[in-house]
């Protein structure tokens, strides 16, 4: 049983006032990140999902937890009470552990003594399962169980580990480097170490995760022998070490060894965490070659296995990547943890490179994947994020987990889970995306009402006040709200969509910009004013001629946004199918919403489909059709839905 | 164990010379099935695969059923070595009795004295795992596996005794109705009808197959409980008897009754299979409401949930139907099952209702799904047969079963086997799907090099010798070789695809003939020629403008075939995702061989693969590009293919 003793805590590389509130703390990256204690978000998109977080998706998630005996499995192994008691899937201990880093952020973010008191007691119940040697999972171990480690396919055992120690990472980043959590996890991982070390089994995990947990321990700790498991554990995979399955082992990326790969491929949420562990692991460890390996596997994959949403992953059967170019829109996986994953990475990627490409596809993912997943009240969730509704479909039963994946609508819940509590995660630590520091200065990334602060190693002190309706309005006003004589730079992100009409006014003067990164450096004072104007005109978008599943069709834009077209929009149908758009008509803004110009197609004659000649494919009848945001679909009961609309 | 004490039979109300040679004997259709015994097919396409089916894959499937050990099982169920000594899938009974199947047929199409040891030595060891109440299953019901009829949703308990019930009326039904197998297959039979009859269990098996089997032998031996048994099965199901599985209830049909259904949907071959055991039901049973449902159910699945192949199920995962329209080529499952059902289906409706869309269907099926999945040698296979092939692929290796399913190549064997013995058997019994009688005459449905002879009820005499390259060439000759004072109709189906320039010749006068059924009565003397010619140049198809992963593209389609381009015919290309068609010019035979005129695609820089401008698709350097049959490709190691040809 876990004991109070004290482990005590090496001073890590990072392990120093930089390290609070950030997810991830590079030891050599270009760019450090600020923390959720130096972004503040105080309204808009991202504060109201930060709220709506708060308020509804914690307590809904720790009510499931509860409700599903997920969290009761560490009472039922305290007590002996397994297998015979245990509910739920394999991986059910990383919910509690994911609900637990949800609540480590969010209490860094805004203290409350009930929410710190709800944390204590899960946490107890956690480290209570523990045993004498470390080990901690309710699935293996016991007499009626699996030996430990006896299932590393597809038994999760390490991947439970890792989700434990990203939790502890959070806790000891938010003040409080010695709390039981992180003690806990550092017993586990201590266990692994010696399990699987350089004299242990040669293996993996078939879902990697504790890669890059290993390394922030590290960074935490100071601990290298988790630097040298993280980096066995990369080095290993590739070589076939884990047994074939159904899927093959590309399924879990141990067909081909890192260095190798072309692309992602294989389960996207096991591609895009391990592709995270690996850039944490360059990074430590300077392997340069490991990075521009990782970079040149993103590269290939947002070009050719990536949808407009950012979301990743097409396939259902094995939720994993298909060919390139094989991106169908109804049949779109894109599920919500591979959203997350994809963040998660590129974020790691944008502080070893810079290259605000990544930051693109972070706004984009969250815009489109990770506010597509919950609901408007935050007590439903998409687990796959298709692109198109065919069928009206139907509301889960809000009493009962669903089936995973493809439900008709967000569920409440499902058997397995894995998406509610991962948004909570990463809605909780939101802040740490928003700007990064260097030597000389500030950048931002991604635009939000809220403040920034940072000083820089020599001093000079940084202050902003960020504010901004984006992505309602595409002005953002950021205002220096400090005063240093030595001059620093900022750096603000255009976006790679505003390529026709963004603007920067600095001390009075406009000049347009382009997509990348632009650059001002003076000796700011308090009150200065830099202004960024971006086009938020909404237009039509042409998808690669080698994507054959959206041939014809062209997608509406607006800012940041994909947009969709509703059947609840759209009088007398119940199919959105049958909507033709006309490419010469730009859309447009009327009333506040967006519309495009539609004509409705004609059906032929009921039979067999494939005929001698091309069918009319519309009348000469045209109506203006509103659009929606696509993350915002699906809130006003069953409907049909497309982001790809055909053109006449 | 099993005994040899005879089982009395009954007569069957079709247990007389019609039934003999025939898989399906409706007591009232409006059309009489030919049996095997009255259609010869003396070469040509259907020919040759009948010979390569007695040559290759018969021998082949007994090579594999006794190495993987699902032979075997019987014998360890004698021996009382289950469930230890137990190999394969719980289904894998069925593959032996589907074996056996294809052994009856192929027996009475060309007796062999060494396969009929076999046939029996099989018959045998499979009769020596019967237990005495009549129980037959390798893998349910002893100690230490399940409970008999546990697990009747995955279980595929009563649907192995269904393949049984099959392979018996295949013995019954080619001269041998007191055989062995025959009383093994009733005494099972017998027990399902104690266990589930109207005071037994009220539920039915997740994967409907018994349904048509009990009828058919309710035909052959008059028993009616046989009947019944099959009645309540068909009935019971659609009310949610079943538990519900991940797939939903959708997956095996009982979601829906069958009289309330819109569409055939779920898991392909359980809903083909389920509705041709309903169509045995209603004409056994004179339920004219029900053969209409399934009917209709059947032409709303044609119209929008086929492929251009006749395929199937489009849905990996669950190898399911989609929705209407959602029909992706590059991830299409169109199952080889699937659609051996679908043409088990067609012919009973179209014995029952006469329409020739019926055998249109059969027709494409059998040219473009049933002929493709077996390698020019018949010793590998597909069991999905995909529309378009994105990557080379690897060839499987020979050694071991394949993971079952989307392989890259055609495999020896699967790890789920059920498709080598389903073509056996079909192929087997091929030459039944040829032809029908009625009062009046006889119909031709299916072209192929043979005889067909029949007596009509009031003994008028047909003879007819069929002479055509068909599909090699248009040009079908009837001869008629016998003589009869009294007049009689000779019919012959014109292909839905001949909509343009068919003609019929008879007694020297042609006339153009369309789509649909012609029919020729005259008093037919010995000599007396008709002349069908088809007309054979190529055509491009066009899609339904619903189905959206085929916009924009152009099929070739010669005669019943469906046309493909392969890379290993490009040179220069491994992917034929570069080509695109120039729709102006209409397809053409150049030595011997179907070209269309295409240019390149020039790929767009990599990058970000949505952008604010249509890409351009093509240069204006134009080549011909060589088609294949469908059913040809990948005879020729690793390509590409596409079915779908975008147009520039």
Redesign the interface.
Known sequence: MMTSETVPLCEGPAHDALAAGRPVVPSRARLKPLGTRDVRLTGGHWGEFQDLNRRAVLPHVEHWVERTGWLGNFDAAREGRLPADRHGREFSDSEVYKLLEAMAWELDRAPDPALEARFHAVVERVAAAQEPDGYLSTRFGRPGQGARWSDLEMGHELYCVGHLVQAAVARARTGHPDDLLVRVARRASDLVCEVFGPAGRVTVDGHPEIESALVELYRVTGERRYLEQARLFVERRGHRVLDEI???REYFQDDVPVREARVFRGHAVRAVYLAAGQVDLADETGDDVLLAAVARQW??T???R?Y?TGGMGA???DEAF?????L????AYSETCAGIGSVMLAWRLLLAEGDP?YA?LIERTLFNVVSTAPSADGRSFFYTNTL?R??LGAVPAGDEPS??ASSSLRAPWF?VSCCPTNLARTLAGLAAYVATSDDDGVQLHQYAAGTVGQDLPDGRSVRLVVTTEYPADGEVRVRVDSDDDRPWTLSLRVP?WA??GATLTVGGTTRPVGPGTVAERRSWRCGDEVVLRLPMQP???????????????V?VERGPLVLAVESVDVPGLDTV??LRVDPAVPPRVVDGRVVVRCTR?V??E??????????S?GTDEFEDVPLVPYHEWANRGPSTMRIWL?AV
């Open positions: 159904e899927f093959g590269r290939h947002v070009a050719t990536t407009i396939r259902h059967q298909a060919e390139d170019f094989a169908p829109p109804d049949r490409a693109d198109h065919r069928e089936p995973r058997e790679g390529s026709d237009r039509f978008t042409h998808p690669d001629p080698r994507i054959d599943a959206v041939r014809g069709c997608a199918d049958h197609v059906p032929p009921p039979g067999w489909p494939y005929r001698g000649e091309p069918a494919v055909p």
